[in-house]
């Protein structure tokens, strides 16, 4: 048996494919369906570690978790992390393969990749009996067309039907359609079998006449007009990042916290809770000028460390963060960001660049050394006991370059399950460094950690009952499917889905 597949497409990148496929990911699963997501191909800094220490989309990872399944790389077999200028990591089922130029891939790689897609999909279409698979960007980029592994190839290798996304809420909305459908060719304009408005604010009423006339003009339905979502569900790209620039309004705080947004920030969705913890503030930082004083500042990850860290000192970030320390900001690093904590960076065999060696914030007693394997590990532990004098059990994931030594005696963050230790913690918290990605997922830690500087500034800790990260997510799932379910014409999706699955199985 073969599965049915429908395949989400847009008119540009972040229109909110990823979002809608985490919602049929649930709507399917919830309707009794054994369903898997998929990308053949997807170009991402917030990636996700799978039980067996594969790294893929995190899209891929959420919408695995919105259908029930644990994820594996099947469902994303090419994930492509921009590291520098026209240079990517390109990783192949979850491990590395190389690091390749533009110009290299698209030439020498994608066509060469289309017998790990077509493994892929034939892996998947035999477990399970639906797949709910997404493309990237655009299927209409005509000078990316003829080496396509990621859109309409796809949507023919899946036997899929497609349905078009656009996002009426940056305008433009029906010529965006229209202009799409136009640069396809006559082939891929048949598999596409309805369209989808997203992001819609305002009275449907006044959209009708024009959903009246994008159907008779382009023959296909208008399957579903989805409103603006603040679904709380994590964002694939930094295209995101404007988005969580909005997430608090401009009042002011008790609590400020400035995230330094380096140029090549990775898994960011790390501090997606602090915008939800009471009393705090999040201001993500690029200009010293933005700085001021904080109460705290996180430095996130990153896929290029030296290069990051090279970009603060440039834009003088780097001594403004070190004054801000001394006048008694709090500082926490996150993979990069703790390394750019330490000491000294080095790189003999110039795995990040050109650079050999860098000095570093010298926030933290350690010292780091790039090495060319990457460690990537789903990690599970407990915060030092002195840090809140209790131990709190944490979990997250690991993906990272490099051994990072501590140079002297020091309280380690973590004492992990497997025996060892992670991160470093020094003079009471003041500066923390970890490893450990999704740190701030865990709540009861978050809620810990916030009150130790609300003591400080003398406002009153908060209870410590607060909702798991799991239940969240479980909860944002639900209230994600049960919108979109409302909005999308359902019965003309599973139609189709059916008619998919007596031609595919020969009935």
């Not at 603006?228 to 569900?233: A, E, K, M, R, S």
């Not at 394997?373 to 407990?382: I, P, S």
């Not at 997250?396 to 992990?416: C, D, R, S, W």
Request: with cysteine; glycine share 8%.
């Amino acid at each position: 048996m073969r599965a049915s597949s429908i395949m989400i497409q847009g008119t540009s990148s972040d229109v909110g494919k990823s979002v809608l496929c985490t919602a049929l990911c649930r709507i399917f699963s919830n309707a009794g369906y054994k369903v898997a997501p998929f990308k053949s191909q997807n170009m991402a800094l917030n990636s996700y570690v799978t039980q067996n220490g594969e790294e893929i989309g995190r899209a891929q990872g959420v919408q695995a978790e919105a259908a029930r399944i644990i994820p594996n790389s099947k469902m994303n077999p090419i994930l492509l992390k921009p590291k520098q200028d026209m240079v990517s990591e390109v990783i192949v089922h979850g491990k590395h393969f190389m690091d390749m130029g533009a110009t290299n891939y698209r030439e020498n790689f994608t066509l060469q990749a289309i017998p790990i897609v077509e493994k892929a999909i034939h892996d998947l279409e035999q477990s399970y009996d639906i797949i709910v698979a997404e493309g990237a960007g655009s299927p209409a980029e005509i000078n990316l067309k003829d080496r396509d592994i990621a859109n309409m190839r796809v949507a023919k290798m899946l036997d899929a039907d497609v349905f078009l996304v656009a996002d009426i809420d940056r305008g433009g909305v029906f010529a965006s359609i229209v202009g799409t459908l136009a640069l396809l060719d006559e082939e891929e304009r048949k598999l596409v079998k309805g369209i989808i408005i997203n992001k819609f604010r305002g009275m449907i009423e006044l959209l009708q006449d024009g959903i009246q006339w994008l159907e008779n003009y382009t023959g296909i339905p208008v399957i579903g007009v989805i409103p603006y979502l603040d679904c709380q569900i994590e964002a694939e790209d930094s295209l995101a990042l404007d988005t969580l620039k909005l997430k608090n309004p401009k009042k002011k705080c008790p609590i400020d916290v400035a995230c330094i947004q380096l140029p090549r920030i990775s898994n960011f969705t790390d501090f997606d809770p602090l915008f939800e913890e009471p009393d705090v503030g999040v201001r993500l930082v690029r200009d010293v000028k933005e700085l001021g004083n904080p109460d705290c500042i996180i430095i996130p990850g990153t896929k290029n460390t030296t290069g990051d860290l090279m970009w603060l000192k440039e834009t003088k970030l780097f001594e403004a963060i070190q004054q801000c320390y001394s006048k008694g900001s709090r500082v926490f690093g996150i993979c990069g960001g703790y390394q750019i904590l330490g000491e000294k960076l080095l790189d003999p065999d110039g795995v990040e660049g050109n650079l050999k060696e860098v000095s570093g914030l010298s926030l933290l007693p350690i010292q780091t050394i790039f090495e060319k394997n990457k460690r990537t590990t789903q990690t599970k532990g407990k915060i030092h006991p002195t840090l809140f004098q209790k131990e709190i059990e944490v979990e997250g994931y690991e993906i990272h370059l490099g051994q990072t030594k501590v140079k002297e005696n020091a309280l380690p963050f973590l004492q992990l399950n497997d025996g060892t230790t992670d991160g470093i913690i020094v003079h009471n918290g003041k500066a923390i460094g970890t490893y450990l990605h999704g740190i701030f997922q865990n709540r009861y830690f978050t809620r810990a950690y916030f009150n130790e500087i609300r003591k400080s500034k003398g406002l009153n800790p908060l209870p410590m009952e607060v909702q798991t990260d799991k239940e969240r997510r479980e909860q944002a799932y639900e209230i994600l499917a049960e919108q979109v379910q409302s909005c999308l014409n359902m019965e003309y999706i599973y139609a189709l889905l059916e008619k998919q699955k007596l031609m595919k199985n020969g009935k």
